[in-house]
């Protein structure tokens, strides 16, 4: 037996869904910040992930997939290239080597220095253009509050 779902309903998701909203929004950002951190050759996940290990100790891979609401596996996938590039080494744990941990290389932390200031510039541009709905952040992270990232 086929049912269907009336057209209206598909505009009333269109035009009151958040989910629908934020992922659009989120996409259009990411987008945005891909352009930005062009220069430094990253892109904002990139950009997130190597400010995630950027840490007084390099940080084993749980609590990175966590700030960044990853699993593991899309951890794994997301540190690959920047294993190629040389950016990131992932190795064994010196005092358990079964563990591993994430180490960001001189490398890395050249390309996450040279892509800060285009990241300041870029935000401080969009808090401007928030203005008052920069509560947006506070509003969001209710949602998905990130663990602090450990030392």
Same mark, same amino acid.
Not at 3 to 15: G, L, M, Y
Not at 24 to 49: I, K
Not at 136 to 142: A, T, V
């Given at each position: ?75 794994? +996938? /997301?540190?690959? %290239? &920047?294993? =190629? ?5 992932? $190795?064994? @744990?010196?005092?358990? #080597? ?14 996450? +220095? /040279?892509?800060? %200031? &285009?990241? =300041? ?5 969009? $808090?401007? @253009?928030?203005?008052? #709905? ?18």
């Amino acid at each position: 037996m086929s049912k269907s779902v009336p057209f209206a309903t598909t505009i009333e998701v269109r035009d009151r869904c958040l989910c629908l909203r934020l992922q659009r929004a989120a996409r259009t950002m990411a987008r945005h910040f891909d352009e930005v951190l062009r220069p430094a050759g990253l892109t904002n996940g990139q950009f997130s992930l190597l400010m995630a290990l950027n840490r007084p100790e390099p940080p084993p891979p749980g609590p990175v997939a966590e700030l960044l609401a990853m699993d593991r596996t899309t951890l794994t +996938a /997301a540190l690959k %290239p &920047l294993e =190629r590039l040389g950016l990131v080494v992932v $190795e064994r @744990a010196p005092e358990d #080597r079964r563990r591993r941990r994430l180490v960001l290389t001189a490398e890395g932390l050249g390309r996450l +220095a /040279a892509a800060l %200031p &285009l990241w =300041r510039a870029a935000h401080a541009d969009l $808090e401007a @253009a928030l203005g008052e #709905r920069v509560t947006l952040l506070r509003d969001l992270d209710l949602w998905g509050r990130p663990a602090k990232p450990r030392p």
